[in-house]
């Protein structure tokens, strides 16, 4: 009789245990999913020195994997999270200088490379 008591508080103290690890799992996920968060399009255009649209240039988040490339505009967006204020582009284009600058994320964007 005692044994199965025995069994029976290992497999609630497991219980517990995996309660508490789910609950720390989930809140892990949450705090890093922004799928809750009010979001908003931030998007830009990349353009020469005489202002015309530099196709196929690869903007960059800097510190992120995050990345597009500009359309036949020189066009490009990406969402944020309202809660997210500024960021830093890198602009890439095998004709043109690299090109690193700070945006806040609340309007349009125009980048000028050389």
């Known amino acids: 009789m005692a044994s199965k008591s025995s069994t029976q ?32 399009l ?12 530099i196709v196929n240039a690869r903007v960059s988040i800097v510190n992120t994997p ?13 969402t944020f999270p309202d809660k997210a204020d500024f960021f830093i582009l890198r602009v890439t284009h095998q004709n043109h200088t690299a090109h690193e600058e ?4 609340k309007g349009d ?4 490379i050389p």
């Not at 995050?66 to 990406?78: H, I, L, P, V």
């Not at 964007?109 to 000028?112: R, W």
Request: negative net charge; aromatic residues 10%; glycine residues 6%.
């Open 9 to 40: 508080i290992i497999v609630a103290i497991i219980g517990a245990i995996a309660v508490v690890i789910g609950a720390y799992f989930h809140s892990v996920y949450k705090r890093n999913d922004d799928s809750n968060d009010e979001h908003h």
């Open 42 to 53: 931030t998007c830009g255009r990349v353009v020469d020195l005489n202002d015309s649209p």
């Open 66 to 78: 995050r990345s597009e490339t500009t359309d036949a505009n020189g066009e490009f967006c990406f």
């Open 102 to 105: 700070t945006f806040s994320t």
């Open 109 to 112: 964007i125009k980048i000028m």
